[in-house]
């Protein structure tokens, strides 16, 4: 096994995460070869370089508010979901007092009908379009 | 009464959401702090790990309990980060052509030292070097050497075998010496 094999598992050495046989291996190595213990005299000390970069903190108020944020995200989808629902009882309701009142004349069914029917069809278009136009817009990346 | 991580995530998984706080409080500031090292942008690290935890609690039913929840939640994090940055190459792409479509190099803001704690020499070529590797290079570094992760749980984040995270490293590890040749 050649120091190039070796250098892999270095990092491993120095993270502490090798086992018999490897390290034993490792150690024996390093005991004869003056490169790679130099090679882990190096990744020792970037370890050590990594391991002391900190960040600066965001102020405290981020912190604070940064549950608040998370929450409302989350209830606010529940809100939409009892929303749509309520939406579609109170149109399905509508629909059929609609189309089942025995005032409204048949005629008057059929435009109403029509209106409806040709509002859902240009919807369908338009959404069909933008999903078609989304798979090559190079440009759907940008916020508008 | 103190809950332990497995209670909580039971809790979180019958919808009772106001336990879910315990957790975002304990994993916020890792998260944002690996957001930030992965993306370099202060406002973009916080939108990220919010987002990661908004989609973690989406998902919370599916989520079984014999594992960790920190390592599936920065799984979800990490494929966030990652996809966000190659969106933002894209866009820079987008965003930079002239009105021949020639490319206009402009400068990148992010990785910018003032986000660093201490900005001595070492630690600005530092935050440049890690801004230079490669997405699953600077992940990895950023897994293994400020989260003081374990390679299992590298492994079971990135969804790699355990030698590929030691090769993985190694690559990484090896760039970032030849970058940083001067402070060695």
Not at chain 2, 117 to 145: C, H, N, Y
Not at chain 2, 151 to 160: A, F, N, P, R
């Amino acid at each position: 096994m050649g120091c190039e094999e070796f250098e892999v598992l270095l990092n491993g050495y120095i993270d502490g995460e090798l086992k018999d046989p490897d390290l034993k291996r490792v150690e024996e190595h390093l005991a004869g070869c003056p490169h790679c213990r130099k090679l882990v005299r190096d990744y020792r000390r970037l370890k050590e370089v990594t391991t002391e970069m900190r960040f600066k903190e965001p102020p405290q108020d981020i912190w604070n508010s940064y549950w608040q944020r998370i929450f409302h995200r989350i209830t606010r989808g529940a809100g939409w979901v009892f929303f749509l629902v309520g939406v579609v009882a109170v149109a399905g309701f509508a629909i059929y007092e609609f189309a089942t009142d025995p005032a409204v004349e048949a005629l008057q069914k059929l435009i109403v009908f029509a209106i409806f029917v040709g509002l859902g069809l240009l919807l369908i278009s338009v959404i069909w379009e933008r999903v078609k136009a989304s798979k090559t817009d190079k440009y759907k990346e940008i916020e508008r | 009464m103190t809950l332990t991580e497995q209670e909580i995530i039971s809790k979180c998984q019958q919808g009772e959401t106001k336990y879910y706080e315990q957790l975002v409080n304990k994993y916020k500031k890792s998260a944002y702090f690996y957001a930030l090292g992965m993306v370099g942008s202060a406002e973009d690290a916080l939108d990220l790990s919010q987002e990661a935890f908004i989609r973690a609690y989406r998902s919370i039913k599916r989520f079984k309990l014999q594992y960790q929840f920190k390592n599936w939640f920065f799984r979800i994090l990490t494929n966030l980060c990652i996809s966000h940055l190659r969106k933002r190459r894209r866009r820079a792409e987008v965003s930079t052509e002239d009105s021949k479509g020639a490319t206009i190099p402009i400068p990148d803001d992010h990785f910018n030292p003032h986000l660093l704690l201490e900005r001595k020499e070492i630690m600005r070529q530092l935050w440049k070097a890690l801004s230079e590797l490669g997405d699953k290079q600077r992940e990895i570094i950023l897994l293994r050497d400020f989260q003081g992760l374990s390679y299992k749980q590298i492994s079971e984040i990135l969804e790699i075998p355990l030698g590929t995270v030691m090769s993985r490293l190694h690559q990484a590890r090896s760039r970032l010496r030849v970058k940083m040749a001067d402070f060695m």
